[in-house]
């Protein structure tokens, strides 16, 4: 089927195309395009137009193009959040109305690296605690999370319990409320293991954000690697003049 010129460039009506067939449900979340020689047919177009019109696509995260695989329809994030908001990811999920719950993997006292003891402004052979777990909205992985707290804000006997967020943990075992974060975010493509355990589609990305955070005090008392799955988060950031 071509395109009805309206007098506007075609690329803006194949990403209109493209789009309305998400829209109506005739292309699936993770539905596979046709290769670019069988749409650009479809379309009535050349393959350089329909190029322009798939890298604004992928600019506005409508679609995913994997190299020597083919391009793919985005899922629409469920989580949406302003990067400058520093909300738990307990209460991201809560906001969404739904359940949040946590896997705990593992959690172990070990010797602070050196990038630990950079970020959490700590001695070298200091100890601190590390936890990985997985974070779920209504039972279905999102988040992969990878914390580490200084042995020196805790008590000495402490014990892990089932609490959902790492800001709840400091506060009820440590009297420690977090003020604010310095965070770094950035995409990667799928990841073997992590994605496995967020159950995360191959064609799918992750949302790596990087975070220390620090008490009322300016301490740093907590470091996080959160790993999102790209198809159910989007962080926006708020810019004003």
């Known amino acids: 089927m071509t395109l009805r010129s309206d007098n506007r460039p075609l690329y803006l009506l194949v990403i209109d195309?493209?789009?309305q067939d998400i829209e109506n449900g005739v292309l699936q979340p993770g539905n596979r395009l046709p290769s670019e020689f069988v749409l650009s047919k479809q379309l009535g177009v050349s393959r350089a137009t329909l190029r322009e019109a798939l890298r604004i696509l992928e600019d506005e995260n409508v679609v995913i193009r994997k190299h020597g695989v083919g391009t793919f329809v985005n899922a629409k994030p469920v989580f949406t959040s302003g990067i400058e908001e520093l909300n738990s990811i307990t209460n991201m999920i809560e906001k969404n109305n739904q359940k949040a719950g946590t896997i705990f993997l593992s959690n172990e006292f070990i010797t602070a690296s050196k990038s630990d003891i950079k970020a959490l402004k700590i001695n070298e052979g200091d100890k601190i605690i590390r936890i990985e777990r997985i974070m779920t909205a209504d039972n279905e992985p999102v988040v992969y999370c990878i914390d580490k707290i200084p042995e020196s804000v805790l008590p000495q006997d402490f014990e892990l319990k089932e609490e959902s967020s790492m800001?709840?943990?400091?506060?009820?075992?440590?009297?420690?409320?977090?003020?604010?974060?310095?965070a770094d975010i950035e995409p990667i493509?799928?990841?073997e293991k992590i994605s496995s355990l967020l159950q995360s589609p191959p064609e799918s990305s992750l949302l790596v954000l990087r975070q220390?955070?620090?008490?009322?005090?300016?301490?740093?008392?907590?470091?996080?690697?959160?790993y999102f799955r790209a198809d159910k988060f989007r962080f926006q950031v708020i810019r004003r003049r």
């Open 212 to 226: 220390v955070h620090y008490d009322i005090m300016d301490r740093p008392v907590l470091s996080s690697v959160n």
């Open 167 to 182: 800001f709840q943990i400091l506060e009820q075992h440590a009297d420690i409320h977090i003020s604010y974060a310095v």
């Open 17 to 19: 195309k493209i789009k």
């Open 189 to 191: 493509g799928s990841h």
